[in-house]
C-alpha cells in the first residue's frame, strides 16, 4: 500500500551524503508545490498545517509522536487540522469514525487510543460494526455516538473527502500540507537527503516542516 511508502523507502535506501539540507528544503525535492493553493482555514499570523493520515496506516502511526512533539513546539505560530484519507472510497469507516470523534469533541482523548487499538492490540477496526461496537466497548456512548455517525454534518464531510483529497492532490500518508500549498511527507525527506535512520528521518522532516511555516509566515 502506498501508505506504507516512507518506511519501505527509509529501510531500503542505501546511506549517503544528503542531497540538502532539511533546514534549507528544495521545492520538488522535500517538497512540491501546488498548482492551485487551497484556501486555508488559519486566521491571522497562523500558518495552516494539514495531516492527511490514515488509522491503519503504519507509517502515520510512527509518525504521531514525532508530529506531536512539532505541533506543541510550534505552539501558537500553526493551526492544525487533520484529515483522514478515504482509502476505502466515500463509505470509508475509519474516516467515518475519525469525523464521528471530531463532531462529539472526543477527538483529543480518542485519537491516540485508535492508533493503540490498530497498532497494538491489533484490532480490526475496517467496517461499521467493528468500529461501532469498539467504540461503545471503550466507553462512548451509544445513542450519542450514533447520532454523530449519522448525523448530516459527519456524512457530509465524509462524502467530500475524496473532493477534498483530490484538490490537494494526496494520495498517500502521511502527507502533511502546509499554508494549503506546500505539500510533502517523510518519504520525500527520506528520497532527498538518503536518510535511512527513522529517528534521524523523523528530526529531518520537522526541520522541513519548520521551514516551511517560516516560508509561509513570512507572507502573512
Not at 175 to 190: E, F, H, N, Q, R
Request: charged share 20%; proline share 5%.
Amino acid at each position: 500500500m502506498r501508505s506504507l511508502r516512507f518506511a519501505l523507502v527509509a529501510a531500503s535506501l542505501i546511506a549517503g551524503v544528503a542531497n540538502a539540507s532539511p533546514a534549507d528544503p528544495k521545492n520538488g525535492a522535500e517538497y512540491t508545490t501546488l498548482s492551485a493553493p487551497q484556501p486555508v482555514q488559519a486566521t491571522g499570523k497562523k500558518v495552516e498545517v494539514i495531516e492527511f493520515f490514515a488509522y491503519h496506516c503504519p507509517a502515520c502511526n510512527a509518525f504521531e509522536p514525532a508530529l506531536n512533539q512539532w505541533v506543541k513546539k510550534q505552539g501558537d505560530n500553526i493551526v492544525m487540522r487533520r484529515i483522514h484519507l478515504p482509502f476505502q472510497g466515500p463509505a470509508d469507516p475509519e474516516a467515518h469514525l475519525f469525523l464521528t470523534l471530531e463532531a462529539m469533541g472526543k477527538l483529543e482523548e480518542f485519537h491516540h487510543k485508535v492508533f493503540r487499538a490498530v497498532h497494538v492490540e491489533r484490532k480490526k477496526l475496517s467496517t461499521d460494526d467493528a468500529i461501532i461496537a469498539w467504540a461503545t466497548s471503550n466507553g462512548l456512548d451509544k445513542a450519542k455516538f450514533m447520532e454523530a455517525w449519522n448525523s448530516f454534518g459527519v456524512t457530509t464531510k465524509l462524502r467530500r473527502l475524496q473532493q477534498v483529497s483530490a484538490a490537494y492532490k494526496v494520495s498517500s500518508t502521511p502527507t502533511i500540507v502546509i499554508d494549503g500549498k506546500y505539500v510533502l511527507s517523510p518519504a520525500t525527506v527520506a528520497e532527498s537527503n538518503k536518510i535511512q535512520d527513522m529517528g534521524q528521518l523523523m528530526q529531518a522532516t520537522s526541520q522541513v516542516m519548520d521551514a516551511l511555516v517560516a516560508k509561509a509566515a513570512k507572507t502573512k
